[in-house]
């Protein structure tokens, strides 16, 4: 198999895109891949010219090829940024919709952010600016599927149990965030912190990204569980 087919299918390159040119750099541990639209009905391999209005160009960071590096480069006709293909990012941003994604996993996971830095061999300052887009509703994880049912809110099961801190899938967290909720709070962390996820919310309409928030909330929640039973004992309450 050749390696251009092998990169076509490794990273999830469709027809409708023609991989131009492609090397690695030992010196930097690094792949370089370079992308473009094909010029009329060339299919994956085609060797013909690409199309002259092929004028913006964007470079991100995609998720690793073993232990290497790798950084997708894209030559693309003006408005014609693809929004669903894992190994292409958004305008302006540093990674790839596959690698936010997989920053989104560790975030969710409660992983800080100098551990993603060191696992994914990424600066510290474009993790910095995916998270601040993030937060802020201007960045999407719109290259992934919708979320699963399962990753979604749902309903409390009649008969659960309201001691504890409640799963991720309860949606009193929701509801607590968006501000349909209130209760009284006595440790001021957690009220700087729930002021600061109810700002982000307001702008989030992600649902994935939003899910971020809930987790990072319902993991405030479980790491100060023993001082937390005045605010549990309403969450309980309100859930009922």
Known sequence: MKT???????????????????????????FDVSITEPSGKGGWFSRGKTSSAATEKHVWRHVNIGSRRCFVHLAVSPGQLPTDCPWSGEKGMPFTHALSRQIAALLM?????QAICSVLDI?????????????S???RLAAAPPPSASAEPTARPAGAPNDGVPDTTDPIWERLLDGSVNIDIRFLSLK?????LR??????????????????????????????????????????
Do not use: C
């Open 4 to 30: 251009t087919e092998l990169l076509h299918i490794g990273l999830e390159i469709d027809e409708r895109w023609q991989i131009v040119d492609a090397s690695y750099d030992a010196a930097r541990r690094q």
């Open 109 to 113: 996971h409660g992983v800080n952010l």
């Open 123 to 135: 600066s510290l300052t474009d993790l910095w600016k995916l998270k601040y887009n993030l937060d």
């Open 137 to 139: 509703g201007k960045t």
């Open 192 to 196: 700087l912190l729930l002021t600061k």
């Open 199 to 240: 700002e982000q919310m307001r702008v989030i309409d992600d649902n994935e990204v939003r899910m971020l928030k809930i987790y990072e909330i319902q993991r405030y929640f479980e790491r100060n569980e023993p001082r937390l039973k005045h605010e549990l004992t309403q969450l309980a309450s309100v859930g009922n």
